[in-house]
């Protein structure tokens, strides 16, 4: 039994060294950036996201939970408006801040996330004209710190993000697309 007990203990040390090692060949930035292509000028998708109390129409993470509690500060829209939240473990805490806004063509957000992971990020969005319509891209990116190394050894976050981004760009279109 002893034998058994002491086999088990090192294979489990054996595998936790592998996954740390495998985690430590991760690297140590990520990046996660979908694109739809939007029939409708820049000018008139830009407001959308430029403004954060439009996010409710659009974005995918404001229905995880209808109690989330939102601060809104800073500016109206544009440079220097702030979007805070509060809600449930499907959407954590955190708060965004617009650091570039060169409308109607690029916005530059600081996304930091209090929980359910702490994290420090730059999302990004850029429209791009072409003829009738805009290429919207929404990107994210950060250091991956060593804990979010180890996440990416079990957790696909592009696929994880991107899935978000993909929802979240199809209901930027349909609510642009139809005005």
Do not use: C
């Not at 805070?84 to 499907?90: E, I, L, R, T, V």
């Amino acid at each position: 039994m002893l034998k058994a007990v002491a086999v088990i203990a090192i294979l489990l040390a054996a595998g936790l060294a592998g996954v740390l090692a495998f985690a430590l060949t991760k690297p140590d930035t990520f990046r996660v950036e979908r694109s739809l292509a939007v029939k409708a000028q820049a000018g008139a998708i830009y407001p959308q996201v430029a403004d954060f109390r439009r996010w409710t129409n659009w974005s995918p993470y404001e229905t995880r939970d209808p109690a989330m509690k939102r601060t809104f500060g800073g500016s109206e829209g544009g440079k220097g408006a702030t979007y805070a939240w509060d809600g449930n473990n499907n959407v954590g805490a955190g708060r965004m801040e617009i650091l570039e806004a060169t409308g109607p063509s690029k916005l530059r957000i600081k996304l930091d996330f209090e929980r359910a992971f702490e994290g420090h990020n730059t999302a990004e969005f850029t429209f791009v004209p072409q003829g009738d319509a805009t290429l919207v891209t929404w990107a994210m990116y950060g250091p991956a710190p060593f804990m979010s190394k180890i996440m990416q050894v079990f957790i696909n976050m592009d696929s994880m993000i991107g899935k978000d981004f993909d929802a979240g760009l199809a209901s930027l279109k349909k609510l642009t697309e139809k005005q």
